[in-house]
């Protein structure tokens, strides 16, 4: 199983598990984009970085159903 960004709206964040379908959303910002307006031009690898913890987060807390519980991976 595994997680992928479906819409990178930037301040609207989609994620959705490939299995079975169900969405993440996050809101970019905080400490990933508070100080950062280089993002629109690529000079920033800011929201990279909030993707890769979205994913972390969504896959930490995701219990598919057609997938076994973590651990069982």
Same mark, same amino acid.
């Given at each position: 199983?595994?997680?992928?960004?479906?819409?990178? !709206?930037?301040?609207?964040?989609?994620? %959705?598990?490939?299995? =079975?379908?169900?969405?993440? *959303? /996050?809101?970019?910002?905080?400490?990933? !984009?508070?100080?950062?307006?280089?993002? %629109?031009?690529?000079? =920033?690898?800011?929201?990279? *970085? /909030?993707?890769?913890?979205?994913?972390?987060?969504?896959?930490?807390?995701?219990?598919?159903?057609?997938?076994?519980?973590?651990?069982? *991976?």
């Amino acid at each position: 199983m595994a997680i992928v960004l479906t819409d990178d !709206g930037t301040l609207d964040t989609v994620l %959705a598990c490939e299995a =079975c379908g169900q969405e993440f *959303r /996050f809101n970019f910002g905080g400490e990933h !984009g508070e100080d950062c307006n280089q993002i %629109a031009n690529g000079d =920033c690898d800011c929201y990279g *970085r /909030f993707v890769d913890d979205c994913i972390a987060d969504a896959d930490w807390e995701h219990e598919c159903p057609k997938h076994p519980s973590p651990e069982l *991976r």
